[in-house]
């Protein structure tokens, strides 16, 4: 496939573009100290904020940010080195450096109560400020996990690591982040999935900043979710029953951790939000209800 054939395929309808830049614009956020974070925000009522996975940024979340607007102020970061967001400063960032983060964007927004929903990655930062003994914990009411990746820091997952991070840099320095984005973003959805939401994915990936990714790499490779789990408050734990890269036997074993029982998002690969909104968005609703 040419340079111009993928620059293609990874575009989006000007409709989408036109509605994610009306109703769900990014803006940049001064967190102290230089560094910005920058946000997308819509509705208004109870905060909801909202943390992308590996391969995606803050535009995923547009149409559960439009479904929920009724009900919900919710704000969706690109996470440090994705978007226009500063990167952290270690090369190998820990999922408490991310939380520290979220801490100092949560103080510059004002939110002092939230509903803190982690998308895969994003589920290594949320579990890390919603431990017992984090800053913001207290600002957290309820804690909503979906297809949350465990990470690869326990000690019994060295060998699983080092070939996770092998793997991971060399599809990038192979590929680049465009050839990524035209050749793997598929994986995140199920075979019954939109080619909008296909779309969708695809142009998420296909906006990632190498560096951010290297450094989100890490925290994969090096975080361990069981370790900060239960958290300070209550949660729920979610996985499309069709997602093949965290699987619901997997995150059956996430919501054990929190003692709870895994939900089924039915019909819906790994970017259940993406692919079934309406039902993520329920599920979220009822979250901000309780």
Known sequence: MSDAMVIDALTLPAS??????????????PVGGGAVVSVREHGAGPALVCLHGIGSGAASWLNVA?????????????????????????????AADYAERLHALLDALDVQSCVL???????????????????IASRIRRLVLISPAAGYGAPSRAEARARVRAERLATLDELGIAGMASKRAGRLVSDGASELARQWVRWNMARLNDGGYRQAVELLCHGDLLADLPPAMPVRVACGTLDVVTTPQACAEVARGC????????????????????????????ALAA
């Open 259 to 286: 003692g709870v029982t895994l939900e089924a998002i039915d019909g819906a690969g790994h970017a259940s939000y993406v692919e079934r909104p309406e039902a993520v968005a329920a599920l979220l609703r009822e």
């Open 16 to 29: 989408e573009l036109a509605l994610l830049d009306a109703r769900f614009p990014a803006r940049d956020v």
């Open 66 to 94: 439009l479904l929920l607007a009724p009900q919900a102020r919710v704000i969706a970061w690109d996470a440090p080195g994705y978007g226009q967001s500063t990167p952290l400063a270690p090369a190998a960032p820990s």
């Open 117 to 135: 929903v982690g998308h895969s990655l994003g589920a290594l930062t949320a579990a890390s400020a919603a431990r017992k003994d984090s800053a």
